[in-house]
């Protein structure tokens, strides 16, 4: 009977080691790929956003880079340091400028965004916006009728009496001596002293007073402005909010997404954003709007222009978008991001330049510069592809859904599809040599060639177990991990050994074999055990042995209740990565665990996503690439 050696492993979680090992930077989507709330065009080349978990990005070759930064800690969390999002942003030029966010948060910059400096706000409101008067007065509204004001540059901040309770939307400055203010049920007011007092603006036509919940609205001058907001209002007034217009789209087609942004420097040419990839845009001052297809239902949270024609969008998921012409024609920055879900992500060993990501709907994406830039490679079909791999230095092969095989012989440009005998998904696939490779599946399937993947040959198994992970380190010996644990070989497959003890209760999801003896496995969570020898697989984890699974270790690292890990590599018996986290939209994902210690250790570092990642792979020991939910890539450097 095999051995199990539980160890629990105190994972070493530290700034000092994160600083270390470096941390995992965006590479896809366009920017940073977590969702965008705001951004304000400084010039036509300087720009800054922000969003969710901290994010603050800035760019300053008008949007073909991005820096991708993070503002302060604001406290550990129990699995590591917590930021919250950022919902707001208000510079005065490059340099001087504040961000609000959730949890009453206010972070300040004099240099441009280099560095952060938290503000105390004594308040644990949400601050949906925010607007910087000078460098002393600032203003900031939120929800529950909150609106602090500041003359000091942010050292101390006062709250203003409001004669209601209502959730506040959006601050907009005119001129200092003209704020405007919005919220829901129809809130609108106006301040002509800097924000210490403020005054109702009634939203009524002729026939109608509006209560709809009121996100987004500019004033041009002091007597033409227009608010935006739930159930796709548009209102429009042209005496200082005496008497509104209700305005409608070209199309007549009844607009019911909610508008969040409007903004403009001409009284004729607007624009505007919303759910569901709304763009609205005027050349007439709102009397005809028309709508933008941009092909995308993401919703759209932030707009700003710099000028009368240019201007940046920004929204759900990193998406980034520029208009040169006022609104009417838009392009995604720095370009139209994947945003398919990615499944496997391969570099030939040695090599840290030319990588292939594969993905649902056929999706494969190409760099030949470590991810600097990456290519959608057109492939003609629109199966899932889930695992990928090298055979040599040109030779790429992955497999997917219904059987689908492609490969590649010139570095990833061109796909020509392989026979592969069967038509159930297949799931991973590994090539110890050029000529010889397995892949296996799902329904206990399992091909293995002897001429680079021109002919497969099936191989029965009595058990139709789903098989989720293959790794053979040589010709001879192989690993394949299924929902009832790992299968081993040591014979070229001739025959297989069948699970046994520790593993055979566990739903592996992938599995990683540098050399014969060293293997790692990870696995989700499962509710069932073997007796006196049962696992707690309550919560997914990493197993390794160092002898070909005679004796095994139990890596318990610290992850949430009912979270598991996705895939595992090893770039040698030493160095070894673990990625996973919950399913999108819950919180604590995108976890990644680093080795250096075949294992021993494990370090958890600073992914930068909550969205679940799917593969991992690193070319060498200190560059790697990971993949996952919404197609991000990302990439880390170490200098271990």
């Not at 203003?139 to 203003?160: D, H, M, S």
């Not at 500019?218 to 402005?225: A, E, M, N, P, R």
Request: proline share 3%; hydrophobic share 35%.
């Amino acid at each position: 009977m095999k051995r199990f050696v539980s160890l629990i492993i105190l994972v070493l979680i530290s700034q000092s080691a994160s600083a270390q090992i470096n941390v995992w930077r965006w590479q896809n989507p366009s920017g940073e790929g977590t969702s965008l709330h705001a951004v304000q065009m400084i010039n036509l080349n300087t720009v800054f956003a922000c969003g969710n978990y901290g994010a603050v990005l800035k760019t300053t070759d008008a949007g073909i880079t991005w820096n991708i930064d993070y503002g302060p800690i604001w406290g550990t969390a129990e699995h590591g340091p917590y930021r919250g999002n950022y919902f707001a942003l208000s510079f005065l030029d490059s340099n001087y400028g504040m961000i609000c966010g959730d949890s009453g948060h206010i972070i300040k910059t004099t240099d441009g965004g280099s560095t952060w400096t938290w503000l105390v706000t004594n308040t644990r409101a949400m601050l949906n916006s925010i607007v910087v008067i000078d460098t002393n007065t600032a203003i900031v509204v939120g929800k529950e009728g909150t609106i602090l004001r500041t003359l000091n540059g942010g050292a101390t901040w006062q709250p203003v009496p409001f004669e209601i309770v209502v959730d506040f939307t959006s601050i907009r400055k005119l001129r200092p001596d003209f704020l405007t203010v919005t919220g829901y049920n129809g809130a609108l007011y106006k301040s002509t002293d800097r924000g210490l007092s403020w005054n109702r603006i009634p939203l009524q036509t002729d026939t109608t007073i509006y209560g709809n919940n009121i996100k987004g609205q500019v004033f041009l001058d002091g007597f033409k402005g227009t608010v935006i907001g739930q159930n796709g209002v548009i209102l429009h007034t042209i005496n200082g909010g005496y008497l509104w217009k209700q305005q409608l789209l070209n199309d007549t087609v009844f607009l019911t997404a909610t508008l969040n942004y409007i903004d403009g420097k001409d009284p004729n040419i607007l624009a505007m954003v919303g759910d569901y990839g709304t763009i609205l845009h005027t050349v007439d001052g709102g009397t005809t709007w028309d709508r933008v297809n941009l092909g995308i239902t993401d919703s759209l949270r932030g707009l700003s222009f710099y000028d009368k024609y240019n201007a940046m969008a920004v929204g759900k998921d990193g998406i980034i978008l520029r208009t040169t012409d006022g609104g009417a024609n838009w392009k995604f920055l720095p370009s139209r991001p994947l945003t398919d879900k990615l499944n496997g992500i391969a570099f030939n060993k040695g090599d840290t330049s030319l990588g292939i990501a594969v993905g649902d709907y056929g999706a494969i994406m190409r760099t030949t510069n470590g991810g600097a830039h990456w290519d959608l490679i057109p492939t003609g079909t629109l199966m899932n592809f889930n695992g990928v791999t090298f055979s040599d230095a040109r030779t790429i092969i992955t497999d997917g859904d219904h059987g689908m095989i492609l490969k590649s012989t010139d570095g990833g440009l061109t796909w020509k599809q392989q026979k592969s005998s069967t038509t159930k998904n297949l799931k991973s696939i590994s090539f110890p040599t050029p000529d010889f490779g397995w892949a296996v599946g799902d329904s206990g399937i399992v091909l293995s060639t002897v001429d680079g993947g021109v002919n497969w040959t099936l191989h029965p198994f009595s058990k139709k177990r789903s098989f989720t992970g293959v790794a053979f380190p040589d010709v001879l010996h192989g690993y394949i991990c299924s929902d009832h644990g790992l299968y081993t070989t040591t014979d070229r497959g001739t025959t297989w050994q069948e699970p046994e003890d520790v593993t055979y209760y566990l739903n592996c999801k992938g599995v990683s074999s540098p050399s014969p003896n060293m293997v790692s496995i990870v696995f989700l969570p499962c509710n069932f055990g073997n007796g006196q020898d049962m696992l707690d697989t309550r919560d997914g984890g990493v197993m390794t042995t160092q002898d070909a699974g005679k004796t095994w270790m139990r890596h318990n690292l610290p992850t949430p209740m009912g979270q598991g890990f996705n895939a595992v590599y090893f770039s040698d018996t030493m160095h070894g990565t673990v990625v996973g986290g919950v399913p999108s939209g819950v919180s604590d994902g995108g976890t990644i665990f680093h080795t250096t210690d075949g294992g021993l250790t494990w370090i958890e570092q600073q992914s930068n996503t909550k969205n679940r990642i799917y593969g991992i792979c690193f070319g060498t020991n200190k560059a790697g690439t990971a993949v996952g939910w919404r197609g991000n890539i990302m990439r880390i450097t170490t200098n271990e």
